[in-house]
């Protein structure tokens, strides 16, 4: 356990560059104190005690604005930064060394019985506010971007965007995080696929006003060897 709850402070020690000291981890990160919580109720949850769970993953919510259901399955390493608005449904499923930001929901689409909510790949990066909704899957090493709504299965290596949400960046199959140090947290450099369409348009628009303007010059040197 002093193990796990170790690897938990160096987790936020690693990926947050505003953590000065383990006491401040400790004593300060809502996020940490609601995976702590998880934990705990968890334990209960697995031993067919559901209201203890509940009571315990409701206590949580309340000091930290994070609301996991004990019911979840969480995997090591997982880090959740700011963390207010959070919430992580029932039959969610969480990788290794998740990075989620505040207001991400896993959530489910409906009053459907047994698996209703996503599960995350290991590495996956979820931007603020970002909305995963339905039992599908996100693959490893993924970027959802801020304010998705992601509602279909996510490749490997893919970025997201847009509500809906879509694929904009695929087929990076050769990029796979081997290691937490390589995780990318830039979630804010999204690729923006219609300031991309806009800029191509815009070119070939200056290449067609250059041709155009191109042949009135030869039609009017026509012109004049015409004449003269």
């Keep these: 356990m002093f193990s796990e709850i170790k690897n938990d402070i160096r987790v936020v020690k690693d990926r947050d560059p505003a953590a000065k000291n383990s006491l401040e981890i400790i004593l300060c990160y809502s996020g940490l104190h609601a995976i702590w919580c998880y934990r705990l109720a968890h334990y ?6 559901f209201v203890t769970a509940r009571c315990i993953s409701t206590l949580g919510r309340f000091f930290t604005g994070i609301e996991i ?8 390493g997982l ?12 039959t969610t499923v969480i990788g290794d060394n998740v990075t ?3 207001g991400v929901t896993l959530g489910g689409t409906g009053k459907e019985k047994g698996k209703r909510h996503p599960t995350i790949g290991d ?3 979820i931007a603020c506010g970002a909305k995963v909704l339905g039992s599908f ?7 959802i971007g801020a304010g998705s709504v992601v509602l279909h299965p996510v490749p490997a290596d893919s970025t997201v965007i847009g509500i809906p ?25 999204m690729p923006d696929p219609i300031e991309e369409q806009i800029k191509t348009l815009q070119k070939q628009i200056l290449m067609l006003r250059h041709q155009v303007n191109s042949m009135k010059e030869a039609e009017h040197e026509h012109y004049i060897e015409y004449y003269i």
């Design 44 to 49: 209960f949850y697995t031993r067919n005690c």
């Design 165 to 189: 949400g879509h694929v904009v960046r695929s087929g990076l199959g050769h990029l796979h995080v081997h290691s937490e140090k390589n995780i990318d947290l830039n979630h804010d450099k």
């Design 123 to 125: 590495y996956a990066v």
């Design 79 to 90: 880090f959740i930064d700011h963390g207010m608005g959070i919430v992580i449904g029932e």
């Design 100 to 102: 989620l930001y505040q």
């Design 69 to 76: 259901h004990p019911g979840a399955k969480i995997g090591h």
């Design 137 to 143: 899957t996100v693959g490893e090493n993924a970027k």
